[in-house]
């Protein structure tokens, strides 16, 4: 069994991050507290913050926590941004009035909403200087991205 593909791929993939289990923390936006990242790298894994919502200086504060509180390795996460869309405010309309058959209203205003400065909280993830930064279709070893 010690030669099963599966066995083989995990082991190098924890050769390669310097981790004792093959355990990731998902990195998912808004639900990656510093102390599970903690606990999970404390246990041998990789611990992961989902950025997408965070502003350059709280995904410095994350990862100053979770360096602080572990040795272990931890990943970020950043979703490449979308061209910003084309607004049609009949059909936000209706699809507002649709949620609010089984939630709260939602404001008008919630599709103005901005996401935080993709590159500078690219910036802050160099700086931050994560054992591996994820993407939605693989990773990117920090070493080779600065390359």
Same mark, same amino acid.
């Given at each position: *069994?010690? @030669?099963?593909?599966? #066995?083989v791929?995990?082991?190098? !993939?924890?050769? =390669? %991050?310097?981790?004792?289990?093959?355990? #990731?923390?998902a990195? *998912?936006?808004?639900?990656?507290?510093?102390?599970?990242?903690? $606990?999970?790298?404390?246990? /041998? /894994?990789?611990?992961?913050?989902?950025a997408l919502l965070?502003?350059?200086?709280?995904?410095?504060?994350? =990862?100053?926590?979770?360096? $602080?509180g572990?040795?272990?390795? !931890?990943?970020?996460?950043?979703?490449?941004?979308?061209?910003?869309?084309?607004? @049609?405010?009949?059909?936000?309309?209706?699809?507002?009035? %649709?949620?609010?058959?089984?939630?709260p209203?939602? $404001?008008?205003?919630?599709?103005?909403?901005?996401?935080?400065? %993709? @590159?500078?909280?690219?910036? $802050?993830? #160099?700086?931050?200087?994560?054992?591996?930064?994820?993407?939605s279709? /693989? !990773?990117?070893?920090?070493?080779?991205?600065?390359?």
């Amino acid at each position: *069994m010690p @030669d099963h593909p599966a #066995l083989v791929r995990a082991a190098a !993939f924890c050769e =390669t %991050f310097d981790l004792r289990v093959p355990i #990731l923390m998902a990195p *998912m936006a808004g639900a990656c507290p510093a102390s599970l990242a903690i $606990a999970v790298a404390n246990a /041998g /894994g990789m611990g992961g913050c989902g950025a997408l919502l965070m502003q350059p200086d709280a995904i410095k504060a994350w =990862t100053s926590d979770v360096r $602080a509180g572990s040795n272990g390795g !931890f990943q970020l996460n950043l979703w490449i941004p979308d061209p910003p869309p084309k607004r @049609d405010a009949a059909a936000e309309d209706a699809v507002r009035r %649709f949620l609010g058959h089984w939630g709260p209203e939602v $404001a008008r205003e919630a599709g103005d909403v901005k996401p935080p400065d %993709f @590159d500078a909280q690219c910036e $802050a993830m #160099l700086e931050a200087g994560p054992q591996s930064y994820r993407r939605s279709w /693989g !990773f990117i070893r920090i070493a080779s991205w600065r390359e």
